[in-house]
């Protein structure tokens, strides 16, 4: 390959030759390589055509010849399609909700920041507040990176990518998506210039983008069973002549070759002719549209795996170093699909890590694509096909008689053999007196048998079995079905329903969330400006918290709030807020619509909290404080007296083991106990009684307590009375007075 541009090939350093040599000669190598590693997809590609021909509901061509030329029905019962898009709806919802994300970043157990947290080297700091301050920082930092990451994702539409990426792997089996892309973004900023007025000044900005990736696209090493074993992937994309011109404008070694595209036939480009025409191309033929999508584009492949360090050297993108001949260093490739390279760079990663995530609806042990929905059920979808035609056929068939005329005694008067209503025949027999049996012998009725409870019973046996195959039973989709009615039951049937599916939200958040997000993170620790995001972090997947069933979430929450939100020692230990906010995305109500920030909504506790202080109470305020120093006191009341009843009894076993007493003293101080512990429980009931009173008739503390202070003096007159009649009647005996704890 000879190119003109001496800022190319730079003949005075005598590597010209060598420069065209290696890069062609790679890309020769690669090309074979990937026409192998496409080879081997093939049994792949036409199943993926036979689940497109599933969910489009069509059959092959020759299926409609044969049922056209047998005068059959043809038609087709598309119910796959109805299975796909309930799969690819539950998985959107659950890992895309609208008022969540479904991850976060935070700080990982001990953060590695003795070198960005600023301390004096002078002064001896509590380890303690140093740990403190560290986490503080991280959080901070974890906090910052997750709204950096947010706004990347936002701006490029992951969202939109990721439920294109879900889609593809509902029908075809396999999702991929990769990121992050490098994309430049063009932004206008208006600003006043003298003389002139306002003008827009346009900006260019990096950034880092989530793109969806066809399958038929994707072209990985075949020989791997998941991407980490993957030593190389090939991406496919489709370029016209206007983008191939849009190339030229950056300064590039490879510039000739662009060139050299440029004026070739685009169909020149094509790695692989037979390539099943292409995932739009079979689109386009099973709607009916011709399969010319790929004649006016041209053909590019990006390769991401090992290069020869030689031809990285000779591209210019490494320096040389002889300890390293015979090398590979990861690097990305773009060429066309003949073997012409365009570009040649490094992995611009220092993880050295691939830039795709690939996620598969069922997934193959023994390969890196998976099965789809359409491919679980088309077995049952065939006999789902086949007894509603042969339904129909049967229906068209039997829907009337079939009639036997014997031409030789009878004909039409009109001279036609149609039926028709009072249609008037003639015998042919001349004798008057055979004409009557003669005729009635002329016609033969006869009737084939229905079979329509048959392949009535056929087709329901056939969606049975494609619930079961395809996970998805009526229940998920909204179809109630012969279960309970009530929440309870719904939501336990609801949540048995959707095991399956929390086995595959777990595995989406390990082969996409998780991946996608570290390199994200891993981008803007390597390539952002900013140093307030940088820190030691963790990636955690959150795909899963939104698979309990909303209305038993909704109840709980509900429940929770209204047992313990006046609870007085429970109440501080929720974060009320979250429980709100939980509360409204559980009701899908819109939490950004419906409730304030919660920066703002501390800063109003807050101002609420100053005026209370500089004003007085309001008096519904008062009462909930009175409500609660009452609890708070009956609570104190009902440990006091629980106290003194078990010190009661520990006196009455203690004056029962004193056995020198005489039986006469004994009586008389279990008559005193049985007395004083009447007398207790008396107190209790009458001040429980005082308690209730004063929540009736809003008393207020002081008026309580007074209340109190009556019950318990009238109570020790009655005490020192009974122990005075006592000692009256009786020898006199030591005796401690007891003041009942109620002073």
Partial sequence: MQTKNEETLPT??????ALLSAIENYGQTLLGTLRTQMDQRRPIEERWVTDMRNYMSKYKADVYAKAKENHQSSVYVGYTRSKTDAWVAQMTDMLFPADDKNYGIQPTPIPDLEKVVNSDPGMETDEAVQAKRIMDEA????RAMESQIDDQLLECDYSGEARWMLHYAGVLGTGIIRGPVVEVSISSKWEEQEGIGWAATQVKKMVPAARCVMPWDFVPDMSATCLDDSEYTFERAYVTKKDLIGMLRDETKER???????????????????????????????????PTYKEKRYELWTYHGPVPIDVLYEAGVVDENDDNYGMEVEGVIVMAGDGTVISVNLNPFDTQDLPYSIYTCEPDVSCLFGYGIPYLCRDAQDILNMSWRGMIDNGVTTIGDQIVVNKSVLQPADGSWDFAPNKVWKTLDKSSATANFEANKAFGVFSFQSRQTEFSNMIGMAKAFMDE???????????????????GGMSMLMNAANAVRRRQVKEFDDDITKPLIQRFYAWNMQFNDSSEIKGDMNIVARGTSALLVKEMQTAQIIEMMDRFSAHPHLAPAFDWYNGLESLVKSMSLGVQ???????????IIQQQQEQAQQQPQDPSVMKAQMDMQLQQMKFEHEKQMEQFKANNDMQLEQVKAQVNMSSQQLKNKELMMRFEAEQVKLQQQAELKLYELAQKDKWNTEKLVTEIKKLR??????????????????QPMPYAENNFGMD
């Fill in 713 to 730: 003096s009238q109570q020790r007159l009655d005490a020192e009375k009974f122990a005075a009649e006592m000692k009256m009647k009786t």
């Fill in 469 to 487: 195959e395809s996970g998805l039973p009526m229940i998920s989709q909204g179809e109630q079905g012969q279960v309970t009615p009530t929440l």
């Fill in 256 to 290: 000739e070759n662009i060139k050299k595209l440029i004026r070739r036939e685009p169909t020149a480009t094509h790695a692989q002719q037979s390539d099943v025409m292409g995932y739009v191309n079979q689109l386009r033929t099973m709607t009916g549209l011709q």
């Fill in 12 to 17: 005075e350093s005598g590597h010209s030759d």
């Fill in 593 to 603: 619509t419906m409730l304030k920030p919660k920066s703002e909504y501390d800063q």
């Fill in 139 to 142: 959080v901070q930092r974890a």
